[in-house]
């Protein structure tokens, strides 16, 4: 169980919720909107460990109590964590919390409700759930953590006080990854970047989770421009073996491609977000013109929406690499 | 005590307090004093505005044992009982909870009954869009003609959701968004009130990012009192909202203009890094972009100018990367392809950048600087011919790679059978024997048929003869009709079998020109599509008319 003083990064909002647990101004509804993998959850738990704690330091958990014990253990009766069951987040769950609210809270003072993903609530939830989320009996306090806010109703956004999660600083997920992945420094260096400022992305590469993708992304990047038709058609083929990797290819391709262009405007390697392979972009920068690198970056782009949107995977890559191969290869 | 959010401490409990919207209080007013209050009422507008904090003042209002000029007093126990929320004769019903038919007719039943300590029944139904269709018609009859002592008022954000038979059972009101500057106004009232020091220009920036909802600014001071340390500072509440200040929207706006790509892209990585908000910053340049323009249009335009097509480029651009950026993974990236393409107006495979090519294009078109090549590898032959037909594959003829060289312009009058035909097709040209045995046929056919012979020396027909077909080409119809007799071309083949052995088949054909006469085979279209196919070394011109010189 992370406390408040522990979070990386999030200054302000930390400040806000530091102020206002000490200054005893915690407002009913917070709406934690950001990115994914910046440490929405982290902090969610943190201000609902900081509400529940039986003897808090200045406004932190004390981290002894019993009630912090029992968060620790994932046990506190008044802290419910709401989640989509399935695919969405649904009014009977909703209907079940307002009942649970209308009761007092079990042990403490009052009731902690952590909903993640709200904006997969169903419109019916979410317009059940607006006048309890206005106007909560007793010290109820709502943390709602979402990553793509502008799918809630404007009505639900405006009852909460709305914190918006930014991807973290590059030393900052470098510090995150030196904490929690054990990485010497260098190592984190050359990874945090690659993150996107997403703590979550920068764990998952730490643990060799992505590096291979990368690694075959890379491949393809270097070999685009070179291959024919044929050979398009094969590493369409070859790409299209499982939708989430596909997509997640035309990520790392996306990143690749932005930082040709970019370097090419900047010549700055600092903007780079491909650290670690430095050599290899600046050799390829060379061969790319502007107006081909965005016409690819378009099309790679909304290739992965479509993959997204499950549109057929191996056709989309098919017709996204042969239109690469078109414009000039 | 526990603390209450600043939104819920200040609702508004008299009809005076409630901010920008006095073409409804005063009417509601209005109707309270003249005793002329509707059974049904609908309030509809965006949220933040005021709809239930209204219903509720109207409701105490009516209720109220000691009325001032239609507002509630605030003080009696009917009104302490509503703002308390526990008021009989109040009923505050969440539609999108209780949404069903069931609860509608349970409410049906409960209207009966007077109220107990009042004189009216409120009802306020909130959020009264998201009642099912049942629900809706099981409500008509009892919103047209509730008892007397009921009165309905039904909030919603979304009027265009709720049926039109609701609609026109109720008096509607719609509120509006509330301006920055009233906002502003109660925004002060509010942190006066309770205890916070905010400065103005904190407020004024409140007041815009709040987009006209009262709620969203109160939740934004809310904040913003949480955060600072003792006054509350435009800089906190730059923080918070994750927006930056006017000068580098200045710059970059600049930058844009004057095609600084580089400059650009290096302050939004700035950007970024402190931590601000892409998207946000994608909107306020537009904001401020929509700003230059009009500024521009109505001539108030200030310094460095940037022509209103090119604010008018950077604008469409930057909204559509707002846009996309909502639903993107990685907005950074969509806003940095947006500016580099807004610096490079020439990249961007936009409208704007094809038009300008357009328009180019025709510059040099009316001026004649226009290279008007006629490549043969791209003109089609202007009048229809007959494609030059592949040897047909089963053939093991060495001749097959030959392309051979038809003439244009045949119309085959004759109805052959297509099997026919394909069987002689693409055979072998041998126009140049049967030229050259022509004489001699010639004189047999003065000696056999005298009129054929009138008729093919008058006329000449030029000759073309393929595998064993013979084709006569005639220049004028009429002797097209002449010579296509059978009895003539049964001579004609008997002949031909006589001379060069073998079975022959004669064709009489019309054609407007000579063939081969006017045309030099190098300029042939046929030829010259065969030479692209195939390459000028396989494409042997056989009978060449220069050589031979025809039959005529």
Known sequence: MPRINEVIGHREIVQTLKNALQRNKVAHAYLFMGPSGVGKQVVARALAGALLCESPIEGDACGHCRSCRQNEGGNHPDLHIVGPVGTSLKIEQIRELQKQVQYKPYQGQRHVYIMEKVDTMTQEAANSFLKTLEEPSGQTVFILSTDQPYALLPTILSRCQQCQFRPLRNQEVVEGLMRYCQLDKDTAKKLAPLSGGSLGRGMLLAEGGAWPLREQALKVSQRLMQMDELEALRLAEELSEDRGQAAECLAILLLWFRDLLIYHYTEDRHLLMNQDKLEMLLDQAQRYRPGLLLAIIEETKQARERILANANTRMTLEALLLKIHSYGG | ?552
């Open chain 2, 1 to 552: 005590m526990a603390y209450k959010a600043l939104y819920r401490t200040w609702r508004p409990q008299k009809f005076q307090d409630i901010v920008g919207q006095q073409h409804i209080t005063r009417t509601l007013q209005n109707a309270l004093l003249q005793g002329k209050v509707a059974h049904a009422y609908l309030f509809c507008g965006p949220r933040g505005t005021g709809k239930t904090t209204t219903a509720k003042v109207l409701a105490k209002a009516l209720n109220c044992l000691e009325p001032a000029s239609g507002e509630p007093c605030n003080h009696c126990q009917n009104c302490l009982a509503v703002n308390e929320g526990n008021s009989v004769d109040v009923v505050e019903i969440d539609a999108a909870s209780n949404r069903g038919i069931d609860e509608i007719r349970d409410l049906r039943e409960r209207v009966k009954f007077t109220p107990s300590t009042g004189r009216r029944k409120v009802y306020i139904i909130d959020e009264v869009h998201m009642l099912t269709d049942q629900a809706f018609n099981a409500l008509l009859k009892t919103l047209e003609e509730p008892p007397g002592h009921v009165v309905f008022v039904l909030a919603t954000t979304e009027a265009h959701k709720v049926p039109v038979t609701i609609l026109s059972r109720c008096q509607r009101f719609d509120f509006r968004r509330i301006k920055p500057a009233e906002m502003v106004e109660r925004l002060r009232e509010v942190a006066k009130g309770a205890a916070i020091e905010v400065n103005e220009e904190a407020l004024w920036l409140i007041a815009k990012a709040a987009e006209g909802g009262l709620r969203d600014a109160l939740s934004i001071l809310d904040q913003g009192a949480a955060f600072a340390v003792d006054t509350v500072t435009a800089g906190d509440i730059h923080s918070i909202l994750g927006t930056v200040q006017q000068d580098i929207l200045q710059s970059m706006v600049k930058f844009l203009a004057d095609g600084k790509t580089g400059e650009a892209l290096q302050l939004v990585s700035k950007l970024a890094d402190l931590g601000k908000d892409l998207r946000l910053f994608t909107r306020e340049m537009t904001t401020f972009l929509r700003d230059l323009l009009v500024d521009s249009i109505e001539g108030r335009g200030t310094g460095e100018q940037i022509s209103n097509d090119n604010l008018f480029y950077l604008l469409k651009l930057l909204v559509q990367a707002e846009q996309d950026m909502k639903w993107s993974s990685q907005p950074g990236l969509v806003l940095e392809l947006a500016l580099v393409k807004a610096s490079r107006p020439e990249l961007g495979g936009s409208l704007e950048a094809l038009t300008q090519r357009v328009a180019e294009l025709e510059r040099q078109l009316a001026s004649g600087t226009l290279p008007r090549s006629r490549a043969p590898e791209i003109t089609m032959p202007a009048e229809p011919n007959p494609t030059p037909t592949p040897p047909s594959p089963s053939r093991t003829d060495p001749t097959e790679e030959k392309v051979p060289v038809t003439p244009v312009n045949k119309t085959i009058k004759e109805g052959i059978s297509p099997e026919k035909t394909s069987l002689h097709v693409g055979g072998e040209d041998v126009s140049g024997v049967v030229r050259q045995g022509w004489p001699d046929l010639m004189g047999d056919i003065k000696n056999g048929k005298k009129p054929l012979w009138i008729l093919l020396n008058e006329t000449k027909p030029s000759l073309e003869a393929q595998g064993n077909i013979v084709t006569l080409f005639f220049e004028d119809d009429f002797d097209v009709r002449r010579a296509d007799k059978p009895e003539y071309k049964k001579y004609l083949e008997w002949l031909l079998g006589k001379h060069f052995s073998g079975s022959w088949e004669v064709r009489c054909v019309h054609a407007k020109k000579p063939p081969l006469s006017t045309l030099k085979p190098e300029e042939d279209p046929v030829y010259t599509e065969a030479v692209r196919i195939f390459g000028k070394d396989l494409v042997i011109l056989e009978n060449d008319p220069s050589e031979t010189g025809g039959v005529k």
